[in-house]
């Protein structure tokens, strides 16, 4: 098994991204090929004293820039990390492609370099989101990559997200929750109407529309949405939770009381930030491209690119891709029933 | 001036109610009338010892429920509080309507009785939202009456958003921002992008395209977006600030050193429980029907009743209802603009 990482993505990179690889080189015994600056990379390998022969470096002299648009970027920059990286994957040099750059150039370059899979409309990215209080977290899909979608995407997303939760993070039958202003079927848009039956008559596990409020609570396994739903879903609670944590620091820090009292507490404080921890859960992955493709966070640091490579493991050993592809008749059959 | 309060909706009915209109009589020097069941009003008033001659009560035998379907309810219920109050107020015998019962049929028995302001296609409902550290709460306008809408919807509630934090809440020029996925003008569906040129064109305070990150910060006082949109925002600060809370709440309690650290921090715990009391601030003006109401949370108590008693004051005084009918030529003004 060969995992690549962009060497060239990401805030940090190629720091925090050798970084990640040294730290994976301890936790699995597999192949890890960084793609980027050969120059910097070899650079950093050095200063972290890395001698060992686990990580491998491919050199690629441009990089796709966060503010680039992702179509021109794909192709003009032909040596950019994204473009060669995904084209080893096409070529089976690597099985995996992780990369923290410019998530539509990677969604745009896995599209055109490997492909959709026959039978999926629109390739969707699956975002963990952290459940309070639980050990696993649930997977929220489309993350924003489709602003607009119909209610076979949904479906798409639904059963993609499925099969990556039972496949990667080990939950048996995950339950499958629609986004929706209501619990009653009649609820919500037309869509999200015509997405409920579709659902319905899925083999899937589908606990029905989940309301908002019940999200973080761990009403679902996979929650399903479009990605204009999945980004206020996402941005809202990482601005509602540093926010909250401001709050409380200056709370904390207000008057000799609540100085004292925060002593006590500064273990507990640091065990709530770390519930919040998503990057723990190895980034997010793309579904739907001919080929495994993880999106990690730009700031993502070298513990959070370490966990991301630890999780590309199931990823690829649980051939998430291939049973999307078998899979697609099933979403045929829904379809069918439906129209019946 | 009067105020009518629906003696019959909300889990607490009618004894918050009542409550509430009797903390509000010690505030405010107005007339209130308590609309409901005649014999449970006023032995809730003997209760509580009112003797005062500002609370009037008119009977009402019906109740809509919550489970009530809102338009059937409306056609058959024609002695319950919503639908006999809101004739009062169409006969201008109360100046704006309170009610904690079923939204719904509130919205549907505002719409047929009161009708829509000539030029408003989508009356809406603004929920205030608090702002984490700031005074002044923002108004989320649809909160969810409207789960798909168009450009010129989105357009009007952006600008009874507008008359109504200016007039009731006192913010001069309140910035308007729209909730999209990016900050960029070419993010998110087609109905944003319109929606963009839209309030672009108009004479309020556009702050442009606002994330859903951004919100619980303060970035802007009027937060546009769909009833869809905005169900998940308000549902979704719920859901977290009460799991954030719940997970505080037993970190906090683990162990000697935690629980002596949390007796220090009694006091600030308290205070930060109040950052996020929604009820301070009165309640949510259904907007862009012809005459003012109030919808109130179903579980308000009878200091929330009391406190939308006191909005509803500068409500009315600040004639927002008229002020939304005079700004409905700007509408068509900016409609015209972009189609030139």
New interface residues.
């Given amino acids: 098994m060969k995992i690549l990482l962009d060497g060239n993505g990401g805030d940090n990179a190629p720091k925090s991204v050798v970084e990640g690889a040294v730290l994976a080189t301890e936790k699995i015994d597999h192949q890890l090929i960084i793609i980027g600056k050969e120059d910097e990379i070899k650079k950093e390998l050095k200063e972290l004293g890395y001698e060992g022969n686990k990580i491998q470096v491919v050199h690629a002299s441009e990089k796709i820039e966060n503010e680039d648009n992702p179509s021109k970027a794909f192709r003009v920059k032909k040596d950019s990390s994204i473009v060669k990286g995904l084209n080893m994957i096409k070529a089976g040099e690597a099985d995996l492609f992780i990369s923290a750059g410019n998530t539509g150039a990677l969604m745009v370059s896995g599209i055109f370099i490997l492909g959709r899979i026959p039978g999926i409309d629109r390739p969707a990215i699956g975002s963990v989101y952290p459940i ?2 639980k050990d696993l977290p649930a997977l929220l899909i489309d993350a ?1 990559a489709n ?2 979608c119909k209610p076979n995407n949904l479906l798409e997303f639904a059963m993609m997200g499925n099969i990556y939760m039972e496949k990667v993070l080990g939950i048996n039958s995950p339950k499958i929750g629609l ?1 929706n ?1 209501g619990t009653e079927e009649n609820k ?3 869509v ?1 109407k015509e997405t409920f039956k579709l659902l319905e008559k899925s083999d899937m596990n589908f606990v029905g529309n989940v ?7 761990g009403a679902c396994d996979v929650i399903v949405c479009d ?3 999945g ?11 540093s ?2 944590s ?3 620091k ?3 820090t ?1 008057g000799v ?2 100085k ?6 500064l ?2 404080m640091k ?2 930030r770390q ?1 919040f921890d998503y990057s723990e859960y190895g980034g997010a992955p793309i579904l739907g491209v001919q080929g495994p493709i993880v999106k990690m966070h730009g700031s993502s640091t070298g513990k959070a690119v370490s966990n991301a490579i630890v999780m590309a493991v199931p990823f690829i050993e649980g051939k998430v891709v291939e049973t999307i592809k078998s899979s697609v008749s099933e979403l045929e059959r829904i379809e069918y029933d439906i129209s019946e």
Same sequence: chains 1, 2.
């Fill in positions: 309070l209080g924003g602003a607009e986004v202003m919500g848009t037309p999200i309301e908002a409020r019940e999200v973080p609570k990605g204009f739903v980004n206020v879903i996402l941005k809202l609670t990482e601005g509602l939770a926010n909250i401001a709050l409380l200056k709370k904390f207000e009381r609540a004292v009292g925060a002593v006590f507490l273990n507990k065990e709530i519930e």
